[in-house]
T-cell receptor, first 112, second 107 residues
């Protein structure tokens, strides 16, 4: 049984560009949440998707948007990248909320 | 003020010692999670609690809803327990994370 998979694992972008990160949830999970973790800090909640809709959102600007597909996989899009967006982006899936969180290995984004 | 506070920030222990990590929160929650993060980034969920106490192997997690406090205990600590331990709470609208406790267990 595959766990949560994220792609790409690493990527480098320049300021002003746009990025799309992808997440496939654990089999049987219907809820996907995204987190940003800057170096040396705890994760920060970006948003959560359930039934293809954004259900909860953290304190992130509209440059951060997402999508959930009918197969429960999800994308995180960040527009107009800033240097401060450099971080590890983590995806977690669960069966409903609250539910035990299963995390992917993350996508490490570097903005130059 | 952070919604979730953890202590201590850093902890070094000798192999075999009993370890306690504390988490206090200031918001109403539906669940509290204890997470383990190893160098390189991967996060593993250890416990999800909404009341009482849970045990898994050498790990024990407790929560006191009235006092808004949770503890993670590690009995007979081992060098492989070295990691960052993160407390996270789920409210109706948000997840809030502590900054983590970096644990090093020395053989």
């Amino acid at each position: 049984d595959a766990g949560v998979t994220q792609s790409p694992t690493h990527l480098i972008k320049t300021r002003g560009q746009q990025v799309t990160l992808r997440c496939s949830p654990k089999s049987g999970h219907d809820t996907v949440s995204w987190y940003q973790q800057a170096l040396g800090q705890g994760p920060q909640f970006i948003f959560q998707y359930y039934e293809e809709e954004e259900r909860q959102r953290g304190n992130f600007p509209d440059r951060f948007s997402g999508h959930q597909f009918p197969n429960y996989s999800s994308e995180l899009n960040v527009n107009a990248l800033l240097l401060g967006d450099s971080a590890l982006y983590l995806c977690a899936s669960s069966s409903g909320t609250p539910g035990e969180l299963f995390f992917g290995e993350g996508s490490r984004l570097t903005v130059l | 003020k952070n919604e979730v506070e953890q202590s201590p920030q850093n902890l070094t222990a000798q192999e075999g010692e009993f370890i306690t990590i504390n988490c206090s929160y200031s918001v109403g929650i539906s669940a509290l999670h204890w997470l383990q993060q190893h160098p390189g980034g991967g996060i593993v969920s250890l416990f999800m609690l909404s009341s009482g106490k849970k045990k898994h192997g050498r790990l024990i997690a407790t929560i006191n809803i009235q006092e808004k406090h949770s503890s993670l205990h590690i009995t007979a600590s081992h060098p492989r327990d070295s990691a960052v331990y993160i407390c996270a709470v789920c409210t109706g609208n948000q997840f809030y994370f502590g900054t983590g406790t970096s644990l090093t267990v020395i053989p």
